[in-house]
């Protein structure tokens, strides 16, 4: 899988907090792919999302 995150993007983050982030609907259910800086902010987001606040998020 390429990575999500350019070398603009780390160079334009210093503090390293950027994170992209696709969700697309499968047959299968919700895809979600990520990347980002550090690790660590993509994990913390995805912990903060419950089911419910990504089907708001879908849902507009």
Do not use: F, S, W
């Not at 995150?5 to 160079?11: G, Q, R, V, Y």
């Not at 950027?18 to 994990?43: F, H, K, N, S, Y």
């Not at 912990?47 to 089907?55: G, K, N, S």
Request: glycine letters at 10%; charged letters at 30%.
């Amino acid at each position: 899988m390429p990575d999500r995150l350019n070398a603009d993007d780390h160079e334009g983050d210093p503090v390293g907090r950027r994170v992209r982030v696709r969700l697309r609907v499968t047959p299968q259910g919700l895809e979600i792919i990520g990347d980002a800086v550090r690790a660590g902010e993509i994990e913390a987001l995805l912990q903060q999302l419950e089911p419910a606040m990504i089907e708001r998020m879908l849902c507009g």
